[in-house]
């Protein structure tokens, strides 16, 4: 999942949700750019801002703060791994309970 493309800022920032809450918002992430995988090229970088955008808001948070939350779990790449391991997991189990 290719997060570098929507986090932009400096890391280190504290994050100040749960595991269970960036596990979904990693979720989102996936679908999100999934969804763009099919999008020409010319419409990606607006239609990502506008992912971004919609997701910081179904999360409650601010952009900017969806932003530190990505940088921040990026410092760690074995919990980094974890997390979207965990993401992908609770997209299989949406899938499974949509059949």
């Known amino acids: 999942m290719p997060l570098f493309l929507w986090a ?8 100040n949700k749960s595991r269970s809450e960036i596990v979904a918002l990693l ?3 996936h679908v999100a750019e999934a969804a ?5 090229d010319k419409y990606k970088d ?10 910081a808001e179904l999360h409650e948070l601010q952009v900017e703060e969806l932003d ?3 940088i921040s779990i990026q410092y ?15 997209l ?6 949509l059949h």
């Open 8 to 15: 932009c800022g400096s890391g280190g920032d504290r994050v």
């Open 27 to 29: 979720a989102d992430m």
């Open 36 to 40: 763009m995988s099919k999008v020409p």
């Open 46 to 55: 607006s239609l990502r801002l506008t992912y971004r955008k919609n997701i």
């Open 68 to 70: 530190s939350i990505l």
């Open 76 to 90: 760690k790449p074995e919990h980094y791994q974890e997390l979207t391991r965990s993401a992908m997991e609770l």
């Open 92 to 97: 299989d189990s949406i899938e499974r309970s």
